[in-house]
Nanobody, 121 residues
Framework: QVQLVESGGGLVQAGGSLRLSCAAS????????MGWFRQAPGKEREFVAG????????YYADSVKGRFTISRDNAKNTVYLQMNSLKPEDTAVYYC??????????????WGQGTQVTVSS
C-alpha cells in the first residue's frame, strides 16, 4: 500500500518558481505511474501532470505545459513537480497520487493532505 506526503508549497510572486515533492511509502512505489493534481477553492480537482513508472513518459495539462516538469526518483520513492513561470491561477492545493496510467486522471490511493501553493500578482 502506497502512502503519500506532499511538501514544498508556499507563497511566491507571479513569475517565480517552486518545487514540490511527494514522498511515498511502500515497496511498490516504483511500479506505479504517478501524478500531480490541484484543487483551487470552489473548483474541482484538476489533473496537472503524470509520469510513467519508468519516468520515460510524461503527460501535462494544457494549462501547465511548458511551465511545469514532473520527474521521479524511484530510489528515493519520490516524485517531483518543478513549477516555473507561476501565475496567480496556479494557486491551489497540490496533491500527488498513484495513477492507473501516466495519462489517466484515475487515482488509485487515498489522498494525502496536499501542499498549498499561493501565487501573488
Amino acid at each position: 500500500q502506497v502512502q503519500l506526503v506532499e511538501s514544498g508549497g508556499g507563497l511566491v510572486q507571479a513569475g517565480g518558481s517552486l518545487r514540490l515533492s511527494c514522498a511515498a511509502s511502500g515497496r511498490t512505489f516504483s511500479s506505479y505511474a504517478m501524478g500531480w493534481f490541484r484543487q483551487a477553492p470552489g473548483k474541482e480537482r484538476e489533473f496537472v501532470a503524470g509520469i510513467s513508472w519508468t519516468g520515460g513518459s510524461t503527460y501535462y495539462a494544457d494549462s501547465v505545459k511548458g511551465r511545469f516538469t514532473i520527474s521521479r526518483d524511484n530510489a528515493k520513492n519520490t516524485v517531483y513537480l518543478q513549477m516555473n513561470s507561476l501565475k496567480p491561477e496556479d494557486t491551489a492545493v497540490y496533491y500527488c497520487n498513484a495513477l492507473r496510467s501516466y495519462y489517466s486522471d484515475i487515482s488509485l490511493r487515498s489522498w494525502g493532505q496536499g501542499t498549498q501553493v499561493t501565487v501573488s500578482s
